[in-house]
């Protein structure tokens, strides 16, 4: 039996009152702010300057860094930075370094115009995509390090309500911003508009700087210390996937294969959303006002349920109900692509996609936490992170081709058909995987 089930209800609740819960309030904020200003956001600021879907599309590869961070993910775990380090210790330095970095990016995606050279506020959204994943390998050991097992779960749901609360930020935020600048010009690309909001985007990655400096330093296991060269990159570049395989064996292609697919119907779905918000007509104010603020609260309650049935039932039984939950609301865009401009309609259909997002959201972290030996939490878990996006944003590029060939409503269809066999992944995981999280789910 699993001890998370003999917990309380009071006792789940009241794990969100502890420090380390405030702590990953501040920096899931500061770990959120980034995505959509690089992704979703820019690809409404994109469509409104008159990018084609196409090429929208393809430049959300800018998002493939995250796919990849695993590769840079053992120097965060293991390099120390020059004064940083000593004066911080490993994952603050490193954190605060990584958000120095998003906040030199978003200053130049202010300031170039993408009607003028697109090139250029490409470089500059890989900037801060390169930033935004280092800070995510980061606070991911960060986060591991802060708290043992069982509270995993609430820590995630903590991490998942400030990243989406800089979501509502990012988005709904950036967009009233820019609205505010135009004036009465909100349907037309203004350049200066969105200048503005990015700066005050730029200027927002300070309540995580803040946070940082305000913070311990999480308490890292003594490791023996390297002989050689060769025996340091053996245990910052072999050990740690080594580690995950002999503990594992066969089983681990299971791991990786659900990790790689599960949320791939959200992310796919996610690149068109913007663009498909922008064709239907919807202005600035009423997408910050329906998809990024009461979509985003909607998350937030269900990453808080998320989190506190983790808890209550076991991880893998609410990873099934979160994956069965994004693949019908993608059905749910389907249905909203026949009806027009239709904000009602909107309204719906974003409460139940993001309500099931969060859901999914808080079990799929609480499941790879588990996953993590502490010995190399950076690495590994940025494995695993990596792993989540690196297909998913691969096919997502291809997203705007689709759409022009076929339309929304089959390309939102065909995403809740992606998450079919992601079903079947989580049974067989609950079934034969050893991990942490040991409830089945029953046929």
Not at 143 to 157: F, T
């Amino acid at each position: 039996m699993n001890d998370t089930k003999k917990l309380s209800w009071l006792t789940a609740l009241q794990v969100y009152l502890e420090p380390a819960s405030w702590r990953m309030l501040f920096l899931g904020f500061s770990a959120g702010l980034p995505l959509l200003l690089v992704l979703g956001t820019l690809s409404f600021r994109l469509r409104e300057a008159g990018i084609d879907r196409s090429t929208i599309g393809f430049l959300s590869w800018v998002g493939l860094a995250y796919g990849f961070k695993w590769v840079w993910s053992p120097l965060v775990d293991r390099l120390p930075l020059p004064l940083l380090t000593r004066w911080l210790g490993q994952r603050r330095s490193w954190l605060l370094l990584a958000q120095a970095t998003v906040i030199a990016g978003l200053g130049g995606m202010a300031v170039l115009d993408p009607q003028v050279a697109l090139e250029p506020v490409v470089w500059c959204a890989l900037v801060v995509a390169f930033g935004s994943a280092t800070q995510d390998i980061a606070l991911d050991a960060f986060r591991i390090e802060s708290a043992d097992a069982q509270h995993q779960a609430a820590l995630a749901a903590t991490y998942q309500t400030g990243y989406r609360l800089a979501m509502i930020w990012a988005g709904a935020g950036v967009l009233w911003v820019a609205a505010r600048v135009a004036g009465a010009n909100e349907t037309a690309y203004l350049h200066a508009a969105w200048q503005s909001a990015y700066l005050v985007m730029a200027a927002s990655m300070g309540l995580g700087v803040l946070t940082v400096l305000c913070s311990p330093e999480p308490a890292q296991r003594e490791l023996p210390p390297a002989r050689n060269a060769a025996e340091w990159l053996r245990g910052a570049l072999i050990e740690p996937f080594a580690e995950f395989i002999r503990r594992y064996r066969w089983q681990a292609a299971l791991i990786l294969g659900l990790i790689a697919v599960y949320r791939i119907s959200d992310v796919v779905m996610g690149i068109m959303a913007n663009p498909f918000y922008v064709d239907m007509g919807y202005t600035k104010d009423e997408v910050a006002a329906v998809t990024k603020v009461f979509g985003v609260i909607m998350t937030l309650l269900g990453a808080f349920i998320g989190g506190v049935l983790s808890m209550r039932l076991g991880v893998m039984r609410i990873l099934m109900l979160g994956a069965l939950l994004s693949a019908l609301t993608n059905v749910l865009f389907a249905w909203l692509a026949t009806r027009g401009h239709d904000l009602t309609a909107l309204v719906w259909v974003i409460s139940a996609d993001n309500l099931a997002s969060g859901i999914a959201s808080a079990a799929f972290i609480a499941y790879l936490s588990g996953l993590t030996n502490v010995n190399y939490s950076a690495t590994q878990y940025a494995l695993f992170s990596s792993m989540m996006l690196l297909a998913p944003k691969w096919l997502a590029g291809f997203s705007g081709v689709y759409v022009d060939a076929h339309g929304y409503e089959a390309f939102f269809t065909s995403t809740a058909l992606l998450g079919a066999p992601v079903l079947l992944l989580v049974w067989l995981a609950s079934r034969i995987l050893p991990v942490a999280h040991e409830d089945k789910i029953t046929p």
